[in-house]
């Protein structure tokens, strides 16, 4: 992608009909943070902190059920767990 995020093609042969995909840029908005430090990903355990203050979690547990996972899931349930036996 360009800077101007118009897109750069090249030739790919493929047997797909149609490709759908999302650009993003990450921006980890925190207050305090730097500039440079807000385009750093969080870690497990921020991640871990915020699903439990917002009491979203089933969305984690969700993708997991459906074998969707990462290489941070088994920090982030550590992390989860931590803060909860913590209270």
């Known amino acids: 992608m360009a800077k101007n995020y118009s897109l750069k ?7 797909l009909d149609f ?3 999302t650009y993003i840029l990450p921006e980890y908005k925190e207050e305090g ?5 807000a385009k750093q ?3 497990a355990q921020e991640i871990a902190a915020a699903m ?3 009491g979203y979690q089933i969305y984690f547990c969700l993708n997991r059920a ?3 996972i990462t290489s941070e899931d ?3 349930i550590t992390s989860m767990a ?3 036996t913590a209270e």
């Open 9 to 15: 093609f090249k030739s790919i042969e493929t047997n």
């Open 19 to 21: 490709l759908l995909l």
């Open 33 to 37: 943070k730097t500039k440079e430090a």
């Open 41 to 43: 990903y969080p870690n």
């Open 52 to 54: 439990l203050a917002s």
């Open 66 to 68: 459906s074998g969707i």
């Open 74 to 76: 088994e920090k982030i």
């Open 82 to 84: 931590k803060a909860n």
